[in-house]
C-alpha cells in the first residue's frame, strides 16, 4: 500500500508542473511573459512543498506501522483524493492573480487534506492501539489541530484579502516543514 | 507484475485529475465557473472510487499468487487497457453534462473493466487450480455477476435517463466498495 | 534499474490516454464526434500492445541478469528515449487520419525502438557472455531481424498506401505478441 | 526515499514528450510541420539526456548511503523541485526557436539543479563523516564545479548568441554522460 501511494504523490507533485503552461496566443520570449507568471510559480511552490510534506509524514508514520485494515485503506485512498485535487486549485489560484474564490478553494483543498490526515490516523490508532509505538509518537496532535484552526481563520479572510489567506497557508506550511520529530524520535530511522 | 500493475494504475487514478481544467476562454475567478464544473467532480470522485476499488481488488488478488503465465500476463495488460480509458471517458461525461452518449461509453468501459477482471481471475484459477487458496477465496463469483447484470441495464436505460443510468453505476460501486472479504478472510493480509 | 524502466513504461503507456482528447471546440455528446476517432482508437491500441511486448520482453530479460555496467545503462536510456516518442507519433498519427507522414514517423519511431532494444541485448551479452544464461537463451534473435525487416518495408510502402504500412505493423506486433518463450524456458520465472 | 525520487524522475522524463505536441491548428500530416518542430525535439533530447544523468549519479550515490536525516530529505525534495521544472523550460526554449530569454531561464534551471545537487551532496557527506565510503568517493568534486563555471558562462553569453549557450549546456552533459566513476568504482555495483 505504501508503494501504490507513494507512486500517486509522486505523480500528483510531478504533473503540477503541467499546469506551469506560458498561455496559449502569448508564447513570448521575452521576460515579461514569464514574469507574469509569478503567481504560478508562488502556488506551485507552496503547492510543491505541501506535497513534500505530506509524503514524508506519511512515509514516516507507514514505517510506523505494520498491518493495516479496510478501514485505513479507504482513509488512505480519502486522502489520496484530496491530495490529488491539490494540482487542480494549484493551476487555478495561480491563473487568477490570487483572486478570491480561487484562493478560498485551495484553502478548503487543503483542510480537507488535513482532515483525511487526521482520519487516516485515526484508523491507524484504531487498529494498533493507543499504546502502540504509533499511538505514543502522535500523542496529542496539537500541530493537527493548529492547523486546522489557521486553516479556518485563512478561509474565511480570504473574502477579505487573499495575499493575507495566503501568508496564513505558507504559515501553516512553515508548521510541518519539519519531519515528524514525535515518529523519528520513536523508531529512529 | 504486480509493482508494473500498482504504476499504471497509480497514474491512471492521478492523471484524471488533468481532465479536471477550468474551460479555456473562461478561467474565470467566480464560483459559478467551478460550479459549472460539478458534472465533471462527480464523474471524478466516481472514477476515483472505481480505480481504488479495483487497485484495491487487485491488490489482494495478487497477494493470493505465487507465480504468473503469459496467459495471465496478457489478461492483466488487458485489464490495464480498459481501465487507461476511464480517464478519458470520466472527461467526456463530464463536460457534457451527462448527456447520452458519454454515459452510454462510460458505462461500456466499465462492463469491458469488469469483463476484463473476470477474464483476468479465471486466467489466475486455469493457472493455479480451482481448489488453489484463490480458487477456494473467490468460490461463486456473485459479486461479479450482478456488478455485470446491473452495467447492462444501465446502459440500456442510458438511452431514456443518463441520471438512472449514473446512479446505477454509483450502485456497483457501492458493492465493491468493501475490499474482497472472501480473498481477506482467507490469507489475513 | 529495472524499478526505474519499470516506471517509465508504466507512465509511457499510460500517458497516452491523454492524446485521446476529443478535440476541442467540437466536444460533442453525440457518438459521430466519437466514431470519428476510430483512427486515434486504432493506433492508441497498436502502441498499447507494442508497449506491452516491450515491457514484458524488457521484464523477461531483465530477470536473466545479475549485474549492470555503464554501457547498458545508456542503452537502457536510449530504449526509454525511443520508447518515450511513442505516445507523440500515436497521437500524430491518429489525429491525421493515417496520413502518410505520420505513418512514416510511426514506422521510424518502431524501428528505432527495435534497434535500441537490440542494441540493449548487445550490450547485455558483451557483459555476460554469449555462453551466459541469456546469451543461450537469446541464441539466434530472428525474430528481431525479421521484425527490422518488416519494419523497413513497411516504412517504404507508406508512400503508397499508409493502409499497407499499419497492417504490417500489426504483423510484427502479431509475431511479438508471445512472451519471449526462448528466455522463459531457461529462467522459468 | 530512493523509490520515491525514482518514482518522480521517471515521471518528469516521460511527461516531457506532452510538451512535443504539433502546434494546434497546424496538425499537418506533411513532413513540414514536423521539421519546424526541430528546436522542440533539441531540447528534448538534451533534457532527456540530463535527467537521465541526474537519475543516473543520484541512484549511484544513494547505493553509497544507509541512513538519512531530514536535511538530506528536504535537499533531496529540492533537487527534484529543479528537476521537475526541466520539463517547463525544455517546451518554452524549443517553441521559441531558442530565443534569448527562454535559453538564459533553461541554463538558470540547469544551474540550480547543478546546486541543488552539490547541496544534497554536502548533506550526505556532513551526515556520514568525511572519511565515509561517499566521502572518499566524491573526494574533491572538479565536475561539479567546471559545471557550475560552464553554466554560469553559458547564461551570460545567451545575450549575445543563444546558440553558443545550448552548445555549452551540451558541453556539461557531454562531460556527466558516464556514470560517476568515482564511487562505482568503490562500491562496485
Not at 482513509?75 to 478560498?104: C, K, Q, Y
Request: proline share 3%; aromatic share 14%.
Amino acid at each position: 500500500m505504501e508503494a501504490f501511494s507513494d507512486g500517486v504523490i509522486a505523480i500528483i507533485i510531478t504533473i503540477m508542473v503541467l499546469e506551469l503552461k506560458v498561455p496559449a496566443g502569448v508564447h513570448g520570449a521575452d521576460l515579461a511573459s514569464v514574469l507574469k507568471l509569478y503567481p504560478v510559480f508562488l502556488s506551485y511552490i507552496l503547492s510543491f512543498i505541501y506535497i513534500g510534506i505530506y509524503w514524508n509524514n506519511h512515509h514516516h508514520t507507514f514505517q510506523a506501522v505494520g498491518s493495516v485494515n479496510g478501514t485505513i485503506l479507504w482513509a488512505n485512498m480519502h486522502l489520496l483524493f484530496w491530495l490529488s485535487l491539490i494540482p487542480f486549485v494549484t493551476g487555478w489560484m495561480g491563473e487568477n492573480d490570487f483572486a478570491r474564490w480561487p484562493v478560498t478553494c485551495y484553502g478548503i483543498v487543503l483542510i480537507m487534506n488535513a482532515i483525511a490526515y487526521t482520519l487516516l490516523i485515526i484508523a491507524l490508532i484504531r487498529h494498533h492501539g493507543r499504546d502502540s509505538l504509533l499511538g505514543e509518537a502522535i500523542g496529542k496532535d496539537w500541530k493537527g489541530y493548529i492547523s486546522l484552526a489557521i486553516y479556518a481563520i485563512a478561509i474565511a479572510l480570504s473574502w477579505f484579502s487573499s495575499m493575507v489567506s495566503f501568508a496564513l497557508y505558507v504559515v501553516v506550511a512553515g508548521i510541518w516543514f519539519i519531519p515528524d520529530k514525535r515518529i523519528e524520535r520513536k523508531i529512529g530511522h
